[in-house]
């Protein structure tokens, strides 16, 4: 690389005349995490008619442009598009397009083939090389700056730079944690690792620059062990499990020469990407560093159970307990992983299949009891057994079609989901209680039909009604007063806790 000392006259980057500069630009700084590459709104495209000219994309010399007459009669000429001088156009791996500059370091995925952007984006370099003149601060050849125009009533340019030697992002002036996005950081090393995870994003946007392979060798050896801890253990902070590891070090097995492409740059730069946020996530190298994943740094669990909720948990039979725990397993910290969550998922939905089979099944056995009955009381059980497995069978169906999209979404996605789920008081008890419903419905369903056999046999031996029912109902009952029992006394301990704490007595 060349030294970023000095930039060429902004006159000099364009063939002849200069492009029309804005009066002012406002440089603000930007990270790479921030990139509109997958964001940005582009107008629809539309199909154009044209004569392709001789040579077109041969290479061939002094081949006259291509002309046409448009509507109003006039000669038009197709100027081929050519990035300024000094400029070099590279399609990323993915398809879009970015620019460089090597006698200056610069790079920029803004359309500077446009003379009104370029002229803004060069007016931002400038503005970057002055702040770096006035602050006395010499980049080295190493430092790679990336600009962004922006046009609009108030033009501005977005910048950041990285340094490849010590694969880190950096800015020429002082900026607050929060206004970059940095509100987890705990101390100025674990910093380092959420600036190195935007460097990585930048060499993953950016990939022409060959990584080293010295750092491909050590990604390999991170990929082994995070295979070997998921391999020989459950509670693994590494975000990739066995199977993607092996699979990485795998692709990543390749001879040096190949390791110079830009597509194994870019997605070696996207593994990296993941490791330091992985770092950053889990307080690599600190003091408390998190070493289980199920593991609390940050936040709390939420604090308790109100009446309502302890109410609502008894009519679902605590079903949703069990579901609670294994989601605040998942999200620890607003930090989750892909193959737990879809493991997650994929139980619940494979409990969600079993219940609407079941239900099914109960509904079928019940009309068809209900459709010869003995007497009056089976009739009417065999009713409420109908209905609650309707009730359970539509619960079932609505859940598996709820979460089905879920099933397929990413770490920083699934995070998304859960931060919008997670009750800022009951935590994610609102979502299991809902998760749990199928499950509930469905043993009240085959407890209904368990009584509307045994009225059903009760009836054919000609008992008398009142002796009926008291003998059917007795261990509902039963069951009635022992769950009744069960949540006085829960809100009674619960209440009895809060006084204890309330006079600063251990509980």
Same mark, same amino acid.
């Given at each position: 690389?060349?030294?970023?000392?000095?930039?060429?006259?902004?006159? @000099?980057?364009?063939?002849?005349?200069?492009?029309?500069?804005?009066?002012?630009?406002?440089?603000?700084?930007?990270?790479?995490?921030?990139?509109?590459?997958?964001?940005?709104?582009?107008?629809?495209?539309? @199909?154009?008619?044209?004569?392709?000219?001789?040579?077109?994309?041969?290479?061939?010399?002094?081949?006259? /442009?291509?002309?046409?007459?448009?509507?109003?009669?006039?000669?038009?000429?197709?100027?081929?598009?050519?990035?300024?001088?000094?400029?070099?156009?590279?399609?990323?791996?993915?398809?879009?397009?970015?620019?460089?500059?090597?006698?200056?370091?610069?790079?920029?995925?803004?359309?500077?083939?446009?003379?009104?952007?370029?002229?803004?984006?060069?007016?931002?370099?400038?503005?970057?090389?002055?702040?770096?003149?006035?602050?006395?601060?010499?980049?080295?050849?190493?430092?790679?700056?990336?600009?962004?125009?922006?046009?609009?009533?108030?033009?501005?340019?977005?910048?950041?730079?990285?340094?490849?030697?010590?694969?880190?992002?950096?800015?020429?002036?002082?900026?607050?944690?929060?206004? /970059?996005?940095?509100?987890?950081?705990?101390?100025?090393?674990?910093?380092?690792?959420?600036?190195?995870?935007?460097?990585?994003?930048?060499?993953?946007?950016?990939?022409?620059?060959?990584?080293?392979?010295?750092?491909?060798?050590?990604?390999?050896?991170? /990929?082994?062990?995070?295979?070997?801890?998921?391999?020989?253990?459950?509670?693994?902070?590494?975000?990739?499990?066995?199977?993607?590891?092996?699979?990485?070090?795998?692709? /990543?097995?390749?001879?040096?020469?190949?390791?110079?492409?830009?597509?194994?740059?870019?997605?070696?730069?996207?593994?990296?990407?993941?490791?330091?946020?992985?770092?950053?996530?889990?307080?690599?190298?600190?003091?408390?560093?998190?070493?289980?994943?199920?593991?609390?740094?940050? &936040?709390?669990?939420?604090?308790?159970?109100?009446?309502?909720?302890?109410?609502?948990?008894?009519?679902?039979?605590?079903?949703?307990?069990?579901?609670?725990?294994?989601?605040?397993?998942?999200?620890?910290?607003?930090?989750?992983?892909?193959?737990?969550?879809?493991?997650?998922?994929?139980?619940?939905?494979?409990?969600?299949?079993?219940?609407?089979? &079941?239900?099914?099944?109960?509904?079928?056995?019940?009309?068809?009891?209900?459709?010869?009955?003995?007497?009056?009381?089976?009739?009417?059980?065999?009713?409420?057994?109908?209905?609650?497995?309707?009730?359970?069978?539509?619960?079932?169906?609505?859940?598996?079609?709820?979460?089905?999209?879920?099933?397929?979404?990413?770490?920083?996605?699934?995070?998304?989901?859960?931060?919008?789920?997670?009750?800022?008081?009951?935590?994610?008890?609102?979502?299991?209680?809902?998760?749990?419903?199928?499950?509930?419905?469905?043993?009240?369903?085959?407890?209904?039909?368990?009584?509307?056999?045994? @009225?059903?046999?009760?009836?054919?031996?000609?008992?008398?009604?009142?002796?009926?029912?008291?003998?059917?109902?007795?261990?509902?009952?039963?069951?009635?007063?022992?769950?009744?029992?069960?949540?006085?006394?829960?809100?009674?301990?619960?209440?009895?806790?809060?006084?204890?704490?309330?006079?600063?007595?251990?509980?």
């Amino acid at each position: 690389m060349t030294s970023f000392d000095s930039i060429p006259d902004i006159k @000099s980057q364009h063939d002849s005349e200069p492009p029309a500069y804005s009066e002012s630009v406002v440089l603000y700084p930007t990270t790479a995490d921030v990139s509109e590459r997958y964001s940005q709104a582009y107008p629809l495209v539309e @199909s154009i008619e044209f004569t392709i000219p001789a040579g077109l994309h041969a290479g061939l010399p002094d081949l006259p /442009l291509p002309e046409d007459v448009d509507e109003e009669g006039k000669v038009v000429k197709y100027e081929l598009c050519a990035p300024p001088v000094q400029w070099v156009q590279h399609p990323h791996p993915e398809g879009a397009t970015y620019f460089i500059n090597n006698l200056i370091n610069v790079v920029t995925d803004s359309n500077i083939l446009r003379a009104d952007i370029f002229g803004v984006f060069m007016e931002g370099v400038g503005q970057v090389q002055s702040l770096a003149a006035n602050l006395d601060i010499k980049i080295s050849a190493s430092v790679e700056l990336y600009v962004r125009a922006e046009l609009g009533k108030e033009n501005k340019c977005h910048y950041y730079l990285v340094n490849h030697q010590a694969r880190t992002e950096f800015w020429l002036n002082d900026n607050d944690l929060v206004d /970059l996005g940095f509100s987890r950081v705990v101390s100025r090393p674990h910093l380092r690792y959420v600036l190195e995870e935007h460097y990585w994003t930048h060499v993953e946007y950016f990939p022409h620059n060959p990584i080293p392979i010295h750092l491909i060798r050590e990604l390999v050896s991170i /990929l082994r062990h995070g295979q070997l801890d998921h391999e020989t253990s459950r509670s693994s902070t590494f975000p990739f499990d066995a199977a993607q590891c092996k699979s990485f070090i795998k692709l /990543l097995s390749v001879d040096e020469q190949e390791t110079r492409s830009p597509y194994f740059t870019c997605m070696a730069a996207r593994l990296w990407t993941s490791i330091s946020k992985h770092r950053f996530d889990n307080m690599y190298g600190e003091e408390f560093a998190r070493l289980d994943r199920r593991t609390r740094r940050r &936040e709390p669990n939420s604090e308790g159970e109100p009446c309502y909720m302890r109410l609502a948990s008894t009519l679902l039979l605590d079903h949703n307990r069990a579901i609670t725990a294994k989601i605040d397993d998942l999200y620890i910290d607003e930090t989750t992983y892909t193959m737990h969550w879809r493991n997650f998922l994929e139980t619940m939905n494979g409990s969600w299949r079993n219940h609407r089979l &079941e239900s099914t099944v109960l509904l079928i056995a019940s009309a068809i009891l209900v459709s010869h009955p003995r007497g009056i009381l089976d009739y009417y059980v065999g009713l409420a057994a109908i209905a609650c497995s309707a009730l359970a069978l539509v619960a079932s169906v609505m859940m598996l079609n709820m979460f089905q999209e879920k099933l397929q979404l990413v770490a920083i996605e699934a995070v998304a989901y859960l931060s919008e789920q997670k009750h800022s008081k009951l935590g994610f008890q609102p979502l299991a209680l809902l998760m749990s419903v199928p499950k509930a419905l469905t043993s009240y369903s085959f407890a209904i039909f368990l009584t509307q056999i045994f @009225s059903f046999i009760i009836a054919s031996t000609g008992a008398p009604l009142l002796l009926s029912i008291i003998i059917v109902f007795m261990p509902h009952a039963a069951a009635l007063v022992f769950f009744t029992a069960k949540f006085v006394a829960t809100l009674s301990l619960d209440l009895w806790r809060r006084r204890r704490r309330e006079y600063g007595c251990p509980v």
